[in-house]
């Protein structure tokens, strides 16, 4: 055993055993790299990129599969570029799929060799688009056996968002009824099955193409949004509603269809998009300002909660979206793979929505 830059490293190959052989000493790696905003032709697939020596809480993860996230585009578009232009140039990515190459000094739930998955924060600078990436202890865990890489890297950023909204914030319990605006995306087919595990009644709002999707993981009612006035279709009163569209007309909608002391949930917050616009140091307040009006103008016209909800790491809705995906209660369908090398056409054929599900990248 080596130590490298405050973490243990393991040279055993343990090929006799039929495992994977484990790399000693890495220094650099293969990475995409972002050193522009724009579209999917500035990303870059550079070699020999150096790998910064971890933490002692930090785990070196050697990629097998990395899901692209719509968060991907939106920041290789210049979504947050008074924050992160700064600090160009970035590496997207957020998910990945892969095995322990090295572990800091203080880790103690993983070992090198175990196959793991898992996810960054959003605002991560070091992505995963790359043959090595580096996440927190808190960010993995153990890959569900019965999943492939593939499979696997489609499903912790979009779980865990929805795990933070349904089981963080709204507190969703057995026989309360969920709205899920937005159903047929990643994070809102989490979103469905995880209430459902949770003894929960789901309706979604979706497109045509995801409707048979959505009622086969588990919605009692998928309606088409472009077919359908919402208001006159979906029945009844909800103890929590999650929009994943954002805007006035789905938050109005929501609101209005919420029971009071509900919880109506938005992943389109207003703190990035300000950020953006102003700069970190006039945006946040603002933001802040424009969540706290809406926190309190909901509870008094509608008796309701009203929150901005993101992903972050969460030891224990990891921990419980491995055991629903081993169980085959948790999956998000990959529709197709592209090989890392071939990021730029990958991110082409999301933008253009060619592809209507999730995309991975392979790494080889």
């Not at 990035?272 to 006039?282: E, Q, T, W």
Request: net charge positive; hydrophobic share 40%; aromatic share 6%.
């Amino acid at each position: 055993m080596w130590r490298l830059g405050g973490c243990r490293i393991i040279a055993s190959r343990r090929a006799a055993r039929g495992l994977r052989s484990v790399s000693t000493a890495v220094t650099s790696s293969r990475a995409v790299l972002l050193p522009r905003f724009g579209g999917p032709e500035v990303l870059e697939v550079r070699p020999d990129v150096a790998i910064p020596d971890l933490k002692p809480r930090e785990v070196l993860v050697r990629a097998r599969a990395i899901s692209i996230n719509p968060l991907d585009l939106r920041m290789r578009s210049g979504y947050g570029r008074s924050i992160f232009e700064p600090l160009l140039p970035l590496i997207l990515g957020r998910d990945i799929s892969g095995e322990v190459a090295a572990v800091g000094a203080n880790v103690s739930s993983l070992t090198v060799g175990q196959d793991v998955f898992g996810a960054l924060h959003p605002t991560a600078v070091r992505g995963t688009y790359a043959d090595y990436a580096i996440l927190s202890e808190d960010e993995l865990t153990l890959k569900p056996s019965s999943l492939t890489h593939v499979e696997a890297s489609a499903i912790p950023f979009a779980a865990l968002t929805a795990w933070r909204a349904l089981k963080s914030t709204a507190r969703i319990t057995n026989g309360q009824r969920l709205l899920v605006i937005g159903g047929g995306g990643a994070v809102g087919l989490s979103a469905i099955q995880l209430a459902v595990s949770a003894g929960c009644n789901v309706s979604a709002t979706c497109g045509k193409q995801s409707i048979d999707h959505v009622l086969a993981v588990g919605a009692e009612q998928a309606i088409d949004y472009t077919a359908h006035d919402l208001e006159a279709v979906i029945k009844g009163q909800f103890d929590a509603v999650l929009d994943t569209i954002g805007g006035p007309e789905t938050e109005r909608i929501g609101v209005n269809l919420l029971k009071k002391g509900g919880y109506y949930m938005t992943l389109q917050g207003e703190a990035a998009s300000l950020a953006d616009k102003y700069g970190l140091v006039i945006g946040l307040p603002i933001a802040t300002a424009v969540s706290l009006r809406k926190q309190l103008q909901y509870q008094y016209s509608h008796g309701i909660e009203y929150r901005w909800t993101y992903m972050r790491a969460d030891v224990e809705g990891l921990d419980e979206i491995r055991r629903l995906s081993e169980a085959g209660k948790l999956k998000i369908r990959v529709e197709k793979s592209f090989p890392i090398t071939e990021v730029r056409k990958a991110h082409d054929v999301k933008e253009k929505r060619l592809i209507p599900g999730k995309v991975v990248l392979e790494v080889d």
